[in-house]
């Protein structure tokens, strides 16, 4: 009676050996290149794991450090517009205070002539001693007048464009908003037979819409009733 031929060959080998089948990758090794592809196995499962604990070391660097981040990057740029937009404004400040000292001078050079002006009078007429009420009404009136052109010198303010001067900037995210998958069970919150039509929080009337939100928030347009809950 002839022993039954249990050989077949070995992946790694190639030789007619008795042979164990891995699971995993559905091959043929006999027990030596078993065990060595057991081996490679498990230092690619070693690389894994390195893998993941390098991982989770960046995510941890990252929480203590929010800005050394991948998009570092970014952070230098909202840096660098900072600064440019810093300039820009401190430019225009100093540009503003420059047109407002000018201004200034320039209308207290006025009232400064009128009031020489004014006691070249006074001196005139306290030398000649030729004066009367009219006069010295004169005089009064004058006074009062170049007091409150003093008082009231700046006659220029300041108004603010409602079009902004910098360049505004903005963050934008390319990834869309992950929502989990929806349990298969549930329960009724609004409607249904279990509570019916009605005008109550747990009821509604000819609904026409709902919307489930990231927060797992509900909104139902509940139009029989003019409303949205």
Known sequence: MAMANNKAHCFTCNKEKITFPC?????????????????LLNEELNHI????????QRINEQKQNPQNLQN?????????????SIKIIQRKAQNCREIVIKSSETS?????????????????????????????SYLKNQLIQITQELNNSSNISIKEDS??????????SSKKPSF????????TVAGGNGHGYGQELNQLNWPQGMFIDENKNIFI??????RIV
Do not use: V
């Open 23 to 39: 699971r995993g990758c559905l091959k043929e090794f006999c027990l030596i290149h078993l065990t060595q592809h057991q081996q």
């Open 49 to 56: 794991i390195n893998d993941y604990d390098q991982f989770k």
């Open 72 to 84: 570092c990057s970014l952070i230098k740029q909202i840096d660098q517009w900072e600064i440019e």
């Open 108 to 136: 207290i050079g006025h009232i400064e002539k009128k009031f020489k002006d004014l006691s070249e009078q006074i001196k005139e007429i306290h030398k000649e001693n030729e004066f009367n009420e009219m006069n010295l």
């Open 163 to 172: 079009q902004p001067f910098i360049n505004e900037i903005s963050i934008i």
């Open 180 to 187: 989990n998958k929806c349990k298969q069970n549930a329960i």
């Open 221 to 226: 347009a509940d139009p029989g009733n003019h």
